[in-house]
């Protein structure tokens, strides 16, 4: 069974800029959450998604978006970027229906650069 | 106050020694506690998660949850130097598809052969 999948693995954006970043979860899964990690504050949540809806949002300002499509793959977004949004970003699967709450797999991460 | 509070560490311990991992937590409504393993440039894995007051084993891990207390912890016996992570324990609240997620922000490990 093929794990989450993030795209692209590395970027280099600059101030101003926007980003979009991609998960595909495991097969079946349909729930999706995205989390930022830095090393200060290590895993904040940004949200979370379900059958295309977005059930559970953290804390992050109107920049950080996300949408979710029916094949369950979802995207984020950050627009106007800022220095401080450089940071590994995560993205987490779930199934829900079948596991336990909470048991979240993650993908490898999308590591964003802001210069 | 954080919500999921984590010695940041590093946790020295040598090889084959107990470690000791401690989570607390502050929302008394929280239900479900897990732990994940991270290792360095990789994504968290999940370890084992806990419920309901008491301990709970898993080969040489055990995760110990006191819900009065508000504090959740996880021993790592014989503790090995592939065992050198980042430990980070997560407080769920609520369940089925609405769940809060609460990552503490982690305790570094490191076993000294």
């Known amino acids: 069974k093929a794990g989450v999948t993030q795209t692209p693995r590395y970027l280099i954006k600059t101030r101003g800029q926007q980003v979009t970043l991609s998960c595909s979860p495991i097969?079946?899964?349909?729930?999706v959450s995205w989390y930022q990690q830095t090393p200060g504050q290590g895993l904040q949540f940004l949200f979370e998604?379900?059958?295309?809806?977005?059930?559970n949002k953290g804390n992050f300002p109107g920049r950080f978006s996300g949408r979710q499509f029916s094949n369950s793959r979802s995207e984020m977004n950050v627009s106007t970027l800022e220095l401080g949004d450089s940071a590994l970003y995560l993205c987490?699967?779930?199934?829900?229906?079948?596991?336990?709450?909470?048991?979240?797999?993650f993908g490898e991460g999308s590591r964003l650069t802001v210069l | 106050q954080k919500e999921v509070e984590q010695n940041s560490g590093p946790l020295s311990v040598p090889e084959g020694a107990i470690a000791s991992l401690n989570c607390t937590y502050s929302?008394?409504?929280?239900?479900?506690f897990f732990w994940y393993r991270q290792y360095s440039g990789k994504s968290p894995e999940l370890i084992m998660f806990?419920?309901?007051?008491g301990d709970k084993e898993d080969g040489r891990f055990t995760a110990q949850l006191n819900k009065a207390s508000q504090y959740v912890s996880l021993l790592i016996r014989d503790s090995q130097p592939s065992d050198s992570a980042t430990y980070l324990c997560?407080?769920?609240?609520?369940?089925?598809?609405?769940?809060?997620?609460?990552f503490g922000t982690g305790t570094k490990l490191q076993v000294i052969p």
């Open positions: 806990i419920y309901s007051n």
């Open positions: 997560a407080v769920i609240r609520g369940s089925g598809g609405y769940q809060k997620v609460t």
């Open positions: 998604y379900f059958s295309e809806t977005q059930r």
């Open positions: 987490a699967s779930s199934s829900l229906a079948g596991g336990q709450p909470g048991e979240l797999f």
């Open positions: 929302d008394r409504g929280s239900q479900s």
């Open positions: 097969s079946g899964h349909r729930s």
